[in-house]
């Protein structure tokens, strides 16, 4: 250990490297989040495994009820609804860096991880207001669920840039 502490991991000899299970750069996050730290050994942010993540033309790729595409290019939840727009993206137990837009036209948006049947157990953010969110998140569940805030039902937002990728590796958290 003393002879790799000062060290980056570009510059670990091959037999430095043997038998090492992860190396993370404490002063470099994963980018947009500041709690994460990539796993240089063995790890790799894979590409976005999520359909249809910027709503171009339609819903495919996701299920729901009462939603409604809009010619934005963006999903949109109809007032007053009460049920969550979805897709099955993750495996439970795997790491992803999971981004989206949202821009918030009144109350707040609700992100989780959830069941095909709209179980949102895994709640990662609610409340969420206009802007870009970054989340790196094991999954211990299978879809991911986008869904009015708690607490009423006056949530009207826009989400755009749905982006889900595999984290390969140990992904370490800062704290």
């Known amino acids: 250990v003393k002879s790799i502490m000062n060290?980056?991991?570009?510059?670990l000899s091959a037999s430095e490297k043997t038998d090492l299970v992860?190396?993370?750069?404490?002063?470099?996050?994963?980018?947009?989040v500041a709690t994460a730290v990539y796993d240089n050994h063995g790890g790799a942010i894979g590409s976005n495994i999520v359909s249809n993540g910027d709503f171009e033309t339609n819903l495919d790729g996701w299920t729901t009820a009462w939603w409604e595409w809009n010619a934005l290019g963006a999903y949109h939840p109809v007032s007053g609804d009460h049920k969550p727009l979805y897709q099955q993206a993750c495996v439970v137990g795997e790491t992803y860096l999971i981004t989206?837009?949202?821009n918030i036209i009144q109350g707040a948006a609700?992100?989780?991880?959830?069941?095909?049947?709209g179980n949102t157990s895994q709640v990662i953010a609610h409340g969420?207001?206009?802007?870009?969110?970054?989340?790196?998140?094991?999954?211990?569940?299978?879809?991911?669920?986008?869904?009015?805030?708690?607490g009423g039902s006056n949530n009207e937002y826009y989400v755009d840039n749905v982006s889900?990728?595999?984290?390969?590796?140990?992904?370490?958290t800062l704290s």
Do not use: C, H, M, Q
């Open 100 to 102: 989206f837009d949202v």
């Open 110 to 117: 609700k992100f989780s991880l959830g069941t095909n049947t």
């Open 22 to 32: 992860s190396w993370w750069n404490l002063d470099s996050t994963i980018p947009g």
């Open 7 to 11: 060290k980056n991991y570009d510059s």
């Open 128 to 150: 969420l207001g206009t802007g870009s969110y970054s989340y790196v998140v094991t999954a211990a569940y299978e879809y991911i669920v986008f869904n009015r805030n708690n």
């Open 164 to 172: 889900v990728k595999l984290i390969n590796g140990n992904t370490g």
